[in-house]
């Protein structure tokens, strides 16, 4: 872990030009319902997406899949929710609070994958419905650690990514799903081609963890367009939690009623702000923060 000299959350080219717009007190914010596991650390996860849920200024609803015991250095070991109580945690939200977006984050096993599968098309959430759906395929922490059944891989491929309005794999989870080990811009084209083939509408090849580049690009692609979204590389360790704050950013935009490129390119700039601002925590990788928003103007 290392310490930032920049001030929290300035970034060189990146701008306060579209952070979303916060409700008055008192005004009902609009709402994101996350389905994912726990952190007990409080860096990834649930944790992760409720920060940054409620600093972009929206409602987190939750539906806890799975609940992980761990900390800066890795995860001692993690607990699965019976399939039918994630599942009974979505249904009430959904009928009483209403959702503008969803996201899931960690589901752990085929049997969890299935029953969220089967409320997110019984309730009209998902690709092609008024609930986008935000899918980051959580396959295991950045220390190598599995949060996801090997035996699910067949259900995230053919039941969850084909209800996906947005894919956000990671290198490592995109070599897991499609097998294309992405090392340069032809194979990340490849890999965007095959995770949209496998159903989702728009798919998402993150080059964050591409270290060989002095950018970090991030290809974004519908069957037709393929669109770019490059931030500058930041020199930090402290980067746990970056995929789930970026697909919760996105699933936020997305509840805005943002197009799914200009939520894409909110999430891409929330992340690198929290990046920018992430901090040291405990003897590994500390989180991505974005505390830096409590800085911002109301009105920014
Ligand atoms: N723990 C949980 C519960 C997560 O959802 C994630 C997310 O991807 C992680 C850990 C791993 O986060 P990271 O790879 O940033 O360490």
Redesign the pocket.
Known sequence: ANSQERPAGRVPGVSASSLLPLPAPGETPRRVLTI????SGG????QADSRTIALCGLHACVAVA?V?G?NTVG?SGFHEIPPQIVADQVRPVVSDIGVGAAKT??LASTEIIEAVADVALELGIGRDTAVPLVV?P?S????GDS?LHADALDAVRHRLIPLATVVTP?LDEVRLITGIDVIDDKTARAAAEALHALGAQWSVVKGGHLRTSSTSTDLLYDGDRMLEFTSPRLPTGN??????TLAAAIACALAHGRSVPDAVAFGKEWVTRSLAAAYDLGAG?GPVSPLWRLHESVDA
């Not at 980067?239 to 789930?244: A, L, P």
């Open positions: 994912a596991g726990t952190d860096g990834a996860g649930i799975a992980t761990q995860v984050g960690m980051d959580v295991a922490s950045m220390h949060l990671n980067d746990h939690g970056g995929g789930d990788h």
